[in-house]
């Protein structure tokens, strides 16, 4: 099996420097990568992807195409970067047929390799409800020098790259990171990838079980976009826990309507918090950031019919309980929501400073909602 590498800056002829080979693995302040190297790495997918005569390649190809898969040619791996679970690769099959690319997610550590377990299932049972989710293949673990490394294999979104807030010259705006270049966008474009996480959020929100995806951020790219087109289309490619926000054994019309309400606060303030180009000091979107999120929770609840006891559109159910709330109300439930926040955390100087003017224009979307 032909199979060559690259690592920005430290690679050429399709393999990767022997002294980078050598060299330990970046690892996460809050974690020991136990001295596992690079080219431990390496041994560790080849390994996987030469098993059994190529088993797990075979499958990654049966899964575009049903029958008769092309003749794979070559396999390129492009070593990406360093996360707090993962070190994360582009796996490309060259074959007759052309070049398909795939995600590595691939976890050296006894905490990463949990959350490569629990990650590869929850993605698994939450395709169904989104296809802005990576459809996933092939959760494998491998012994190199008596380490376990574990990753998995997952659909690659080709064009898509993260965003973060940055600082413009018109003030904060979106920045997408598309390889070297960078691009900044409208505020239509901004408007619409926020509209677009929260839309996505609520399709996987459970309001039965009070079900949802948490945590996730945006600083932490948790969320990529594709700008080629006119309209901006996004994808959330990672699920670290699917566990209800609340426990209730009984559960009432008003409860699902109650945590409807709480998920939605909950969201518009998440929705707005970043950091600048993704590592700086916290961010705040902008007050158009409120209404996105208020439009893509409803676009969310659009398939949601006779939830529970309520018969017909879930949305309209939650539409009319929303506005029969005052703005006393919904403070009291962003106090809530900001005091489910670690108090270390380095959001709450934020959170303090912006939380009475965001929920006076959550008050103000949601009224308008009603009064259209």
């Not at 079980?209 to 994808?235: C, M, R, Y």
Request: proline content about 4%; some cysteine; hydrophobic content about 40%.
């Amino acid at each position: 099996m032909n199979i060559t590498w690259s690592l920005p800056g430290h690679s050429g002829g399709g393999t990767i420097d022997q002294d980078v080979l050598e060299t330990p693995l970046p690892a996460d302040r809050d974690y020991d990568e136990a001295g596992l190297c690079y080219g431990h790495y390496v041994r560790a997918v080849e390994s996987v992807l030469e098993k059994d005569g190529g088993q797990v390649v075979t499958g990654l190809l049966h899964t575009l195409y049903a029958e008769n898969p092309p003749e794979l040619l070559s396999i390129h791996v492009a070593i990406l970067k360093h996360g707090h679970f993962y070190h994360p690769a582009c796996m490309t099959l060259h074959t007759s047929a052309g070049a398909h690319p795939f995600v590595i997610n691939l976890a050296v550590t006894p905490e990463g390799g949990a959350c490569a377990d629990r990650e590869f299932a929850l993605l698994g049972k939450l395709a169904k409800k989104s296809e802005a989710l990576p459809r996933v293949q092939s959760l494998e673990s491998v012994m190199v020098d008596g380490h376990n490394v574990v990753l998995f294999f997952g659909e690659w979104f080709e064009g898509f790259h993260e965003f973060h807030q940055t600082m413009g010259t018109d003030g904060n705006q979106v920045v997408v990171w598309a390889g070297q270049d960078h691009h900044l966008v409208s505020k239509g474009v901004e408007t619409s990838i926020y509209r677009q996480a929260a839309e996505i959020l609520t399709r996987l929100y459970n309001p039965l079980t009070f079900e949802l995806v948490q945590p996730w951020h945006h600083a932490a790219g948790d969320f990529v976009v594709n700008i080629e087109s006119k309209l901006p289309e996004v994808k959330l490619i990672t699920v670290r826990q699917y566990t209800p926000m609340v426990n209730v054994e009984e559960v009432e019309a008003e409860d699902l309507l109650e945590g409807a309400l709480y998920f939605l606060m909950m969201l518009s303030i998440r929705n707005r918090l970043d950091r600048y180009d993704g590592i700086g000091e916290v961010a705040w979107v902008g007050d158009h950031g409120v209404a996105a999120t208020v439009d893509g929770f409803f676009d969310g609840l659009a398939d949601q019919n006779d939830v529970g006891g309520l018969e017909g559109p879930f949305g309209v159910w939650v539409e009319k309980y929303l506005a029969a709330h005052t703005i006393d109300d919904f403070q009291e439930t962003a106090l809530a929501v900001m005091s489910s926040f670690n108090p270390r955390a380095s959001e709450m100087g934020v959170l303090k400073e912006h939380l009475a003017v965001h929920v006076t224009g959550f008050y103000r979307v949601i009224k308008g909602r009603n009064e259209n």
